[in-house]
């Protein structure tokens, strides 16, 4: 595969990392932010990732079911996983410790993320599903 492209290369690492979201911060050291950034916006036209918050990119895949185009993973997973990228600490949320303590037996859907320390303000989410996120203790 000739590397030559800023798009080949950004495709190369989206291919070979085990991560399933990505920040413009992962590929500036191949080339600046409005280069990169026009990058994933071809992408995610394309349909090779899709945006799930200001700043998150994630891993697609086709859905079996529909055909359509989806995130790889499921949106808890990938909003834990780019909480974290940001800088945010996630902790379990208040329904995850009321359960695990034998409080109550009502499951967790996990749409609910608690986070510590850092204040986020980006709404996570696609296709107009979100993740709702708490203060954690």
Do not use: C, H, W
């Not at 932010?33 to 799930?52: C, M, N, Y």
């Amino acid at each position: 595969m000739a590397l030559n492209t800023l798009e080949s290369r950004v495709r190369y690492r989206l291919s070979r990392s085990k991560d399933s979201v990505f920040t413009p911060m992962d590929f500036l050291d191949l080339s600046d932010r409005d280069q990169t950034g026009r990058v994933l916006r071809k992408l995610v036209a394309e349909q090779s990732l899709v945006k799930i918050a200001r700043g998150l990119y994630a891993k697609t895949k086709t859905s079996s079911a529909t055909g359509k185009t989806i995130p790889a993973k499921a949106l808890p997973v990938l909003a834990k996983e780019g909480l974290t990228k940001i800088g945010a600490r996630v902790v379990p949320s208040r329904a995850e410790q009321e359960y695990n303590s034998g409080k109550t037996t009502q499951v967790p859907t996990g749409r609910v993320i608690a986070i510590k320390g850092k204040r986020v303000s980006r709404k996570i989410g696609y296709n107009g599903n979100y993740i709702v996120l708490e203060r954690g203790a």
